[in-house]
């Protein structure tokens, strides 16, 4: 009964002293990885600002988006724990909670891209025919800004509204072409501060800058048209071991397909797949990304 009774109070001690230790090591690495958390937090709410302000003018705050963030990353971790029943599904579901954020608004920012530049030579007709009608430039801005269609409207509106708050009209417009982050607004901003600095006949100009950046277009889509094939390759290249591995799995050997997620050697074969199949994936995006 001795022995039982002192066997019960060391085991007692060693809880104690391993909460202890348990506690000690948490508290020391938070106080250790909370400024370097705090400062990557800080970072991606700026990348928030300049994105999300600058390049969508949209009026979401930072932190809103942080929070939902770390939301998402914990239910995708839950998720991944319960169907994967492991550590590493968790931690699998918390680098795609992680990346999606970064991905969806890169999404955004790349389909609002897209948007502009096609609504761009409108937007310099617009321009022209203001000009040529006896308006100077910023009422000829002020037209586009009234009767395009967004989101060329809110670019322009958006620099008009700084030029009325006081800004000059060459730095708003140098705002407006790092905010948009376009090769084809650049060069009609370019253009038009040039034209304040030297003068001439601002409408001709307009019409050189219409034509050049329709043919930088024409050629940016026959481009996309010769690259359309090999861009689809990419995809269905990324999809197929996923789509052969579920065939084995259903149809040809499904004991074969589990002991790889649970052996060792398995584990380390779909990890090299994984990463192999992702920089292969990249590469032919590369190869396929031609800048004119």
């Known amino acids: 009964m001795i022995l039982g009774a002192e066997q019960v109070a060391l085991d007692m001690t060693q809880q104690v002293v391993a909460s202890v230790a348990m506690m000690i090591a948490t508290t020391v690495a938070v106080r250790i990885g909370a400024r370097p958390l705090g400062e990557l937090i800080r970072r991606r709410e700026r990348h928030y600002i300049q994105v999300l302000g600058g390049s969508l003018l949209m009026t979401v705050k930072p932190r809103t988006v942080t929070v ?37 608004i890169k999404h ?58 006081g800004i000059g009209l060459e730095d708003a417009m140098s705002n407006a072409a790092a905010r948009i982050g376009s090769g084809d607004f650049g060069l009609l901003f370019a253009a038009l501060l040039t034209h304040r600095e030297r003068g001439g006949n601002l409408g001709e100009t307009l019409d050189k800058i219409c034509d050049a950046i329709r043919e930088i277009q024409r050629l940016e889509h026959r481009v996309d048209s010769l690259t359309a094939q090999g861009r689809a390759t990419a995809r269905f290249l990324g999809a197929m071991p996923a789509v052969v591995l579920a065939i084995v799995y ?7 397909v589990e002991a790889m997620f649970v052996s060792t050697a398995g584990k380390i074969i779909l990890a090299a797949i994984v990463v192999l199949n992702i920089l292969g994936f990249l590469w032919i995006r590369k190869i396929m990304d031609i800048d004119i």
């Open 250 to 256: 259903f149809i040809v050997d499904p004991k074969g």
């Open 108 to 165: 955004l920012r790349e389909k609002r891209l897209k948007k502009l530049n096609d609504q761009l030579v409108g937007g310099i007709q617009t321009l022209s025919s203001g000009v040529r009608a006896g308006l100077n430039l910023v009422q000829a801005l002020e037209l586009v800004a009234k009767d395009s269609p967004s989101p060329i409207k809110q670019e322009f509106a958006h620099l008009v509204r700084e030029y009325e708050f």
């Open 68 to 104: 939902m963030s770390f939301t998402l990353m914990a239910l995708l971790a839950f998720v991944g724990y319960l169907i994967t029943g492991s550590v590493y599904g968790a931690f699998a579901g918390l680098a795609f909670g992680m990346l999606l954020p970064t991905v969806f």
